[in-house]
């Protein structure tokens, strides 16, 4: 089913070894329109001639990578800028288009050190649509976000990391690459417990981790913005620096040639 669903929209599916990370619903939730690329924890790699898909950095240098996801938002931009300002530290922040929309002014001028990526328009699960549907959300998105920031993004990140066909096709049409995660912050393991978040982030984060947060949302998410500012400082005591994505997937070592481009 899955690979007839998929070759039909003309992507190809392979089955190389990727991190244990939960990015899918499951069979619980079937195919609709665009249709889930896989219905596992492990993907292996879903390729496009004109697309990758990055879960990290292909790097052994203690490099790490911060990405904020839903904003810009009253709760909790400005306090995550305000953090990530002190500690001069660079982030990337995956934005919705709506909230780009109704609050740029939260982040004029404070953006120069950080990369902006798109995050669609809406927040819907773009895999249960089709390739019209998933493209007029990243192109309204991808339009505002060039009038308010004068930046043209270059990355996408799939609403709750779901991907299908039509996802992966509407990037290759909009030129981008795909933006997964290899760690992310635990809002409900840790609710109440800033602390005990920053140190699982420091101890678990490997050279090339892509971390993922939140910088908009309910209080849950107050225990990223509280525990931030020691995430920065444990990573840097252990030797880490960090960077944006593109800086991340620049240091990256070279690919070896095959079939398909291969999921990071």
């Not at 896989?38 to 004109?50: E, K, N, Q, T, Y």
Request: hydrophobic fraction near 40%; charge should be negative.
């Amino acid at each position: 089913m899955r690979g007839a669903l998929l070759g039909g929209a003309g992507v190809a599916v392979g089955v190389a070894a990727a991190p244990a990370v939960r990015h899918w619903c499951g069979w619980d939730r079937p195919p609709v329109a665009g249709g889930y690329a896989a219905a596992a924890d492990d993907l292996g790699a879903v390729a496009h001639p004109d697309v990758k898909i990055h879960y990290r950095g292909r790097t052994e240098e203690p490099l790490v990578a911060f990405t904020f996801d839903d904003g810009p938002a009253p709760h909790w931009t400005p306090d995550v800028l305000d953090v990530l300002d002190r500690a001069d530290a660079p982030a990337t922040f995956f934005m919705e288009g709506r909230n780009v929309a109704r609050h740029h002014d939260l982040i004029r001028g404070r953006m120069d050190r950080h990369a902006i990526g798109n995050h669609s328009w809406s927040h819907p699960d773009l895999a249960t649509l089709d390739l019209r549907g998933v493209y007029d959300e990243l192109r309204r998105t991808d339009d505002v976000i060039r009038r308010y920031t004068g930046r043209t993004p270059t990355l996408f990140r799939p609403p709750f990391g779901h991907l299908g066909g039509s996802t992966v096709l509407a990037a290759a049409k909009m030129g981008y690459d795909l933006v997964l995660w290899s760690d992310e912050m635990h809002e409900r393991s840790f609710r109440g417990d800033p602390g005990a978040q920053a140190a699982f982030i420091v101890d678990s984060v490997r050279p090339g981790a892509i971390v993922l947060a939140h910088d908009a949302g309910d209080d849950r998410r107050l225990i990223t913005v509280r525990g931030l500012a020691a995430m920065i400082d444990g990573l840097r005591r252990r030797g880490f620096r960090l960077v944006t994505v593109p800086e991340l997937l620049a240091a990256a070592e070279p690919e070896t040639e095959g079939p398909v481009r291969a999921l990071h």
